[in-house]
């Protein structure tokens, strides 16, 4: 690939940027590309100023007013347009676009303008469980910003299905795992001791997520409290922001913290800490996800996984041998495998994690992915 060409990364939040793509973005400015990120800005954004990303003049950054799960017309086609806007203004050479607003919008402006598009789906979020006419609506959206795009890049087959079924796809499209996880960021952590959840030491849980209810928060919920009345010796952990629409969570969080039941971290800048000190991870996501990172990144830190059997995170596990698959919404099967969890001898609990660190490492290095956006860019900018 040729240095010079203006690669721009279009999303709608700063952990998108600094969790999932600063290595492609690291590569891209490696091989002499400048780089622009449209992005919201946040917290995330400190972090990378520490790193000195932000002072390197290939470097450019825009800050558009997204409003992510918001459903005003108008401020969409705001967004539209000062997509359209910036795009004009730097002429980049590729658009690659992340998220659901970004990927329809972003899109749409590019193809437009007539600048090449890798689309890359992480899901399509809560579209699934939406009532039957607004998901046609949001699908035919999607359907509009990917039929002229030049690349789609799927992070699970479910998600490529589905996008074949509503005729989505009229181009190239290529299925990768995920965004990847960095398994030299995300090492091999010591296992911690544990007990039984009635005796010995403290056996530990982790959510990491946004605290929303298709995230399956509620499920996480109620099984602690069962799990709690029978194996008081456990730790039920939640770590992440309170979506703004779902913020009546804040008081309820209070209360369950109050009663020992599950202690709400707050979002944290670094999770691996957390997820250092923990023995599994629950995730009891129903969302439309592509594929979950922080599976990924508590199975590469040898961390045993429990989570649902949608699409996105089933994949990242392998049954009885790195963690435990249950019904999406079946909270009585869930408290069983917490169960099971908790039946084990630690000796085994701490092989499953190191099985399950082997399989991310294998499957799922953010370096596949990488190479995979590099070559598809290198390609269509000759």
């Avoid at 800050?63 to 992510?68: E, K, L, S, V």
């Avoid at 703004?244 to 209360?255: G, I, Q, V």
């Amino acid at each position: 690939m040729k240095g010079g060409h203006l690669i721009a990364l279009m999303t709608n939040n700063d952990d998108d940027i600094y969790c999932f793509r600063l290595e492609l973005i690291q590569r891209l400015l490696e091989k002499g590309c400048r780089v622009l990120i449209s992005c919201p800005d946040g917290p995330k954004f400190e972090v990378m100023e520490a790193s000195g990303l932000k002072k390197n003049r290939d470097f450019i950054y825009d800050n558009p007013n997204i409003d992510r799960r918001g459903t005003n017309i108008f401020r969409d086609m705001k967004l539209l347009l000062h997509y359209r806007n910036l795009l004009i203004k730097y002429k980049p050479s590729i658009v690659l676009t992340y998220t659901a607003k970004p990927n329809v919008y972003a899109s749409v402006a590019a193809h437009h303008l007539h600048i090449p598009v890798i689309n890359n789906v992480t899901g399509f979020g809560s579209v699934v469980n939406e009532n039957r006419l607004k998901r046609t609506f949001i699908l035919w959206l999607f359907k509009k910003a990917y039929s002229k795009s030049s690349c789609i890049m799927f992070q699970n087959s479910a998600n490529m299905a589905l996008a074949k079924k509503y005729g989505m796809i009229r181009g190239r499209y290529v299925l990768i795992p995920g965004s990847g996880v960095n398994i030299k960021r995300f090492m091999l952590q010591e296992y911690p001791s544990g007990g039984n959840g009635i005796d010995g030491e403290k056996v530990i849980f982790n959510y990491i997520g946004r605290v929303l209810h298709d995230k399956g928060i509620e499920d996480y919920i109620v099984a602690a409290k069962r799990i709690k009345s029978k194996y008081p010796n456990t730790e039920f952990n939640i770590l992440g922001f309170i979506e703004p629409t779902e913020n009546y969570y804040e008081k309820k969080l209070e209360e369950l913290k109050k009663d020992n039941i599950v202690i709400y971290r707050g979002a944290q800048k670094d999770v691996i800490p957390w997820i250092k000190r923990s023995h599994a991870i629950i995730h009891p996501s129903t969302y439309g996800e592509g594929m979950s990172n922080v599976l990924l990144e508590s199975a590469s830190s040898g961390r045993v996984i429990i989570t649902t059997d949608n699409p996105g995170c089933k994949e990242t596990v392998i049954e009885g041998m790195t963690g435990f698959i249950y019904q999406g919404g079946n909270v009585e099967e869930l408290v069983e495998k917490i169960e099971q969890f908790l039946g084990l001898k630690n000796d085994i609990r701490r092989a499953m994690g190191e099985c399950g660190r082997r399989y991310a490492a294998e499957n799922f290095s953010r370096e596949l992915v990488v190479n995979a956006y590099i070559n598809m860019i290198a390609e269509l900018i000759g």
